[in-house]
C-alpha cells in the first residue's frame, strides 16, 4: 500500500473516530443529570433532639449539609410553600412555629401560636399557613406577607394532620389525642369560607388524612393513637366525604407525602402513593387505580414523614435510625442514606440548585 493511500485510510479512521466520539459525548451530555434519575435539591429535615432544621444540598443521592439553623424546642411536622419561598416547623413543645426563608437560609420569624403545635399546611398560593394543635380547640392561621398571626380557626376539636384542598376550600383534619370510641369521629373537614366544620364517622382511630394526588380521595392512616398499630387505611370521597372502603397497608402506616406540606410537587396525575411503615421499617406504594400495596422498599428504623420530587425520588425520616433514606419511587430502588443529627421527624424538599 502506497504512503498516501495509508495516509488516507487512516485519515477517514481519525475523523471516524472524531465523529463517533462528538455523538458519545453528545449523548453523555444529555443523559446527565436527569436521564440517570439524578436531581439537584434542597432537603430540610427537623432534628427533635437538637432543636435544629438541618439543610443539605446537593445532586441526589450526594448531599452535603450547608447550614444548620436553631428553630425552637422540638421541632416536629415540616412543610414548604408552593413558591418555595418559606419552610416551616412546628415546635411543638414550645407551642410555636418557625419559618425558614429558603433564600437566606434563616429563621425569618418564630411565631407563638398555643400548645402542642403539630402539623403545618401552607394554601397553594402560598400566602398563608395553617398550623395544627395536638391540645387546642382551634387551627392558628399565619399571613405569610407580614409573618403575623391572624385569627384562628375554631373548632370543636384538637387536632394531630391537617390536609388542604387543591382549591384551598377546605382544611380535612384528625382527632388522635384519645382512643376511639364508637360515636367519636375522628376525621373533620373545615369550610374555610365559613369556618363550619363536619365530623366524618371512620370507625377507626386516625393518623394522618392526605388527600390524593387529584384531590377527589382523601387517605386516612389509622395507626393514630401511636402505640396502637393498625394496617387498615381508609379512603373517602372528598366530595361527598362518605367513607368509600379501606385497605390493608403493610403493618404499621404512618404518613404520605401531600400538597401544602411536603408533596408539592408529586402532579396531580401521580398514580400512586407512598405510605411510611413502622412495622415493616420501610415504605409502601399503594396503586390509585387498583386500591392495592404495589410495592415495598425497606428503610431505617421507625419511619415518618416523606418528601417527594416531582420524578419521584423518595426522601424519609427515619426518627431511630437518625437517617434519612432516599429511594427512586419509579424505580423502587434504593439510592443511598443520608446521616442526619438525631430524631429526624419532618422533612422537606427544595428542587434545583
Sequence with gaps: MRRDELSGLFGRSTRSLSLFTGFLLLFLGLATPHAWGQESVTLFVTSEKTDTVSVFRGIVPNLELVKSIKVGREPHNMGISPDGRWVATSDRRSGEVSIIDTKSLVEAARLKLGRQTHDVA?????????????????????????????????????????????????????????????????????????????????????????????????????????????????????????????????????????????????????????????????????????????????????????????SGILFVANHTSGSVTIIDGPKRALLGTLKVPPHPHGLAVLGGP
Excluded: C
Aim: proline share 8%; aromatic share 8%; charged share 25%.
Design 122 to 310: 401552607f394554601t397553594s398560593d402560598s400566602r398563608t399557613l395553617f398550623v395544627g394543635h395536638e391540645t387546642e380547640n382551634f387551627v392558628s392561621v399565619i399571613d405569610l406577607g407580614g409573618l403575623k398571626v391572624k385569627e384562628p380557626l375554631k373548632l370543636s376539636r384538637a387536632q394531630h394532620d391537617l390536609s388542604i384542598s387543591p382549591d384551598d376550600k377546605e382544611l380535612w383534619f384528625t382527632v388522635t389525642n384519645r382512643p376511639y370510641k364508637p360515636g367519636d369521629p375522628r376525621v373533620g373537614v373545615v369550610d374555610l369560607a365559613t369556618g363550619k366544620a363536619t365530623l366524618i364517622e371512620t370507625g377507626a382511630n386516625a393518623h394522618d388524612v392526605t388527600l390524593s394526588p387529584d384531590g377527589k380521595v382523601a387517605w386516612v392512616t389509622n395507626s393514630g393513637f401511636t402505640h396502637i398499630p393498625d394496617p387498615r387505611v381508609d379512603y373517602l370521597d372528598v366530595a361527598t366525604r362518605k367513607p368509600l372502603g379501606s385497605i390493608n397497608v403493610g403493618k404499621y402506616p404512618f404518613h404520605s407525602p401531600k400538597r401544602g406540606r411536603d408533596g408539592n410537587l408529586v402532579p396531580p396525575t401521580a398514580t400512586e402513593m407512598w405510605f411510611s411503615d413502622h412495622g415493616l421499617r420501610s415504605v409502601v406504594a399503594v396503586s390509585l387505580a387498583d386500591r392495592r400495596v404495589v410495592a415495598t422498599v425497606p428503610v431505617g428504623v421507625e419511619p415518618y414523614h416523606l418528601a417527594a420530587t416531582a
